[in-house]
């Protein structure tokens, strides 16, 4: 048995733990945004997706990773703006609205896909980031090669996290945020817009979902597959209420499902063989469930989830 | 008198094809209190709104400091000084005290202000005597606190022009002479005040001038309330003359409810702790008590919704097994919730429907596990009679009636079948006059029929009018009972604070 410990837990599990992490506080944080504001999106899977494929496809013709990541976010922002369009502009069920754009990015995707790479056998692939280490910090043991040695993009996740504490607590919009998705007609009675401030708070979720699509087609599998995304979306709506709809809890809620990830993952390639592999995928999956079941309980949404604010109404 | 702070000339506002307000004049000076008085539907809310700009008037115009302003939506109205408190608050409970005041406010150098909001906050404090912990979550704050917030809001935000929509609705009695005395200071430094309410008493004792609205028209000012008596007030307001119901001789019998010692856990809010009265037939019992001390979770075990941990209770001599609503209902009790639009009925199902929900598998209204559209119809259309309901039939949804209709229609569902036991929450909340008046004179008429009535109240001169006897709640106890005749509102409002026991 410690002959198997021993294997999970060697140099690069770290490494893999804050690799798996990356997309998924991307897009935690992008969703945790949203339903700050009071809208749930469902189409953060579809999303996610179909910046994969957009950034993916950019990088790919043009050469330039970072253009492939910044149409990535672009695509992202613009799906967001279109499930505001659908429930803060007009309205309509959040939840039947998300699962549409779901559905919508991910054929869109399949097909554009399709259309500009054809049927290959062998899915084409790209360069994609490579490590930057950061001279000094990644000389440290153990932390260093794991947390200071990965792709720019899981910096600026690094950064990210505090950044949206600092932007949703410390600013004004911030405020007008965490206000429009507890007490929209507070907000509205105050001055504050809150259509454009549900808006902006969606279209911001949108372009952080695009960059956890794009790290997933340009860090870490560098190459587009129907499957790239495969429930991550889905999964970061859980981590969203297991983190209580706080970045830094929702992050830490990302790093935890990263780890059972990581340690399924190494598990399979362990000497426990005799199991069939997918049971321990299932492993993360069970973990969410689990951890939903017993933190969702003091887990408190905001009021205003899923309302939409139409003024007349009193 | 002074130039007015804000006038409103000729405003004119309809939805439909009801005039909601009709040439309406109004102005207020600085150091003004205005008493805006009317019953519900009379276009006080309305012409409030037009004001802070969630309407926009069909005719007329707004002038701020004599000249004219164009009002079309909130942001507008702050920016003219205006600041309004609305009758449900506009806070959100889980941000802080300090987070609800700076919201919409910019900040300094891409950050909130906080500092700024402090200064602004304790200053506040300073010149009217309002107060109030920056920190804590809105969800902490009572209801007084939470209204003194939103007083603090308006004044944050530089409101000249302060509107109070019904601010007394929510309050005890001695939060209401804080209200009143900040009220007061408010105006003596300068600030106009619009003051809305349909309490007479209370506008008579707090403002200084007052516009009676009735169908949307100025139907009289009062320019000396305090020297007005507030029968000629009630007069203006409804058109005729009210007079309150005869309070019949009853002699009460045997006890019809009977509570032992029961204590509760459980229940969001205020538990009881060894709560023990009776009421007897043809008597109404005054549950009294400032809100949060024990009345929603006494309600909520009388009419089975809450299982006592324990203690028991008995209804006609009848010991209760089994505490859920049906099984009390069976025995004899009808209960008209606090709530209307949510524990009441179903607001987007027809009327008819809301009306025999709490019977709808009883042989009244269904056969063999069917329904009896016909019977069920027939009931509601009876009722609607017997009891004026305003509606246009009893398909129409239950949710579009106006509160007064709603609560006669709950009414009407519990007396059409003669409960022993009737417990009712906040009867007569946000009615008007003339809807108050219909149902005291209703449970006057059970009182005299051998009906025991537990009434819950915070509206202490209901409560005076009605009981023949007021049990106290303070801290999900029975703090004392006092005897109709015995008890005054001071007396009353000594004990609802913890100050005075008495059994």
Redesign the interface.
């Known amino acids: 048995m410690s002959a198997v410990f021993e294997q999970i837990f060697q140099v690069g599990f770290l490494a893999a733990i804050i690799r798996i992490a990356t997309p998924l506080a991307f897009a935690t944080l992008g969703e945790m945004f949203s339903e700050r504001a009071g809208v749930l999106n469902l189409g953060i899977e579809g999303i996610m997706l179909l910046s994969a494929m957009a950034g993916f496809t950019a990088a790919s013709l043009s050469g330039s990773l970072w253009l492939g990541v910044l149409v990535a976010v672009l695509v992202g922002a613009l799906m967001g703006a279109l499930h505001a369009l659908f429930t803060v502009a007009l309205g309509l069920s959040q939840h039947v609205c998300g699962i549409g754009v779901t559905l919508f990015c991910s054929g869109l995707a399949y097909f554009l896909y399709r259309l500009i790479f054809g049927q290959q056998s062998v899915p084409p692939s790209i360069k994609g980031f490579q490590p930057v280490p950061i001279p000094l910090l990644s000389d440290i043991p153990i932390l260093g090669p794991a947390v200071f040695n990965q792709f720019t993009l899981v910096y600026l996740a690094i950064i990210a996290i505090p950044l949206a504490a600092f932007v949703l607590y410390r600013t004004p919009w911030g405020l007008s945020v965490r206000m429009v998705g507890e007490n929209p007609r507070a907000a509205d009675s105050a001055g504050v817009s809150v259509i454009a401030t549900r808006f902006q708070a969606v279209i911001l979720g949108g372009a952080l979902m695009g960059l956890a699509g794009a790290f997933l087609t340009m860090a870490q599998f560098n190459a587009f597959t129907f499957g790239v995304v495969s429930g991550r979306g889905w999964v970061a709506i859980a981590l969203v209420v297991f983190g209580r709809w706080d970045p830094w809890r929702s992050a830490g809620a990302a790093l935890l499902f990263a780890f059972v990830d990581a340690l399924q993952l190494r598990m399979q390639a362990s000497g426990l063989g005799h199991i069939p592999y997918e049971a321990f995928l299932m492993l993360p999956f069970i973990f969410t469930i689990v951890a939903m079941a017993f933190m969702s309980r003091n887990a408190v949404a905001p009021s205003a989830l899923l309302k939409p604010f139409r003024r007349e109404e009193r | 008198m002074s130039a007015p702070l804000i006038e409103m000339r000729g405003i004119t506002k309809s939805f439909g094809a009801v005039k909601a307000n009709e040439a309406v004049d109004l102005a207020v000076a600085p150091g003004e209190i205005l008493g805006l008085l009317g019953e519900n539907g009379a276009g006080k809310t309305t012409l409030m709104n037009v004001l802070?700009g969630?309407y926009a008037p069909d005719a007329g115009e707004i002038l701020v400091g004599g000249r004219p302003v164009a009002i079309h939506?909130?942001?507008d109205a702050?920016a003219a000084g205006i600041g309004?408190v609305?009758q449900h608050?506009?806070?959100?409970?889980?941000?802080t005290v300090l987070?609800?005041l700076?919201?919409?406010?910019?900040?300094k150098s891409?950050?909130?202000d906080r500092a700024g909001g402090l200064a602004r906050l304790k200053e506040i404090g300073r010149q009217h005597g309002l107060s109030l912990d920056p920190d804590l979550p809105v969800s902490a704050l009572s209801v007084g606190e939470q209204q003194r917030l939103e007083i603090i809001?308006a004044l944050f935000?530089g409101a000249k022009l302060l509107i109070l929509d019904e601010p007394t609705a929510v309050l005890a009695p001695s939060e209401v002479d804080g209200l009143f005395a900040a009220l007061r200071s408010m105006a003596a430094q300068g600030l106009g005040i619009i003051f809305i309410s349909h309490k007479l008493n209370e506008v008579r004792a707090l403002t200084h001038r007052c516009v009676v609205l009735r169908h949307g028209k100025v139907a009289g000012r009062v320019d000396h309330p305090a020297g007005t008596t507030s029968a000629e007030m009630a007069k203006l307001m409804c058109g005729h003359e009210i007079v309150p119901p005869a309070k019949g001789e009853s002699t009460p019998g045997a006890s019809v409810l009977t509570l032992d010692g029961i204590s509760t856990s459980g229940h969001a809010g205020t538990t009881l702790r060894e709560v023990s009265l009776f009421v007897r037939s043809g008597e109404i019992l005054g549950i009294a008590g400032v809100s949060g001390n024990g009345q929603r979770a006494l309600a909520d075990v009388i009419s089975g919704m809450l299982s006592p941990d324990t203690g028991t209770m008995t209804i006609a001599g009848k010991a209760v097994a089994q505490f859920s609503p049906r099984e009390l209902q069976a025995l004899g009790l009808g209960r008209i919730p606090e709530d209307r639009m949510t524990t009441g009925l179903v607001t987007n199902l027809p009327l008819a429907d809301s009306m025999v929900l709490p019977r709808i598998g009883t042989e009244a209204f269904s056969r063999k596990g069917l329904l009896n559209p016909a019977a069920i119809r027939a009931f509601a259309e009876a009722q609607i009679k017997a009891y004026d309901i305003r509606c246009p039939g009893p398909m129409v949804r239950a949710g579009a009636l106006s509160g007064g209709n709603l609560q006669k229609a709950l009414l009407a569902r519990e007396l059409a079948f003669d409960p022993k036991v009737l417990i009712v929450s906040q009867p007569t909340r946000g009615l008007d006059i003339g809807a108050a008046r219909f149902i005291h004179e209703k449970f006057m008429v059970m009182r005299g029929k051998g009906c025991g009535i537990i009434v819950i109240s915070e509206d202490l001169e209901e409560m005076l009018m009605l009981s023949d006897r007021i049990a106290v709640m303070y801290e999900g106890r029975i703090a004392g009972t006092l005897f109709g005749a015995d008890a005054t509102v001071a007396r009353l409002g000594l004990m609802m604070t913890g100050a005075e026991g008495r059994s």
Do not use: T
């Open positions: 802070f969630a939506n909130s942001a702050l309004m609305h608050f506009h806070l959100a409970p889980r941000l987070e609800n700076l919201i919409g406010i910019p900040g891409g950050r909130i809001k935000r």
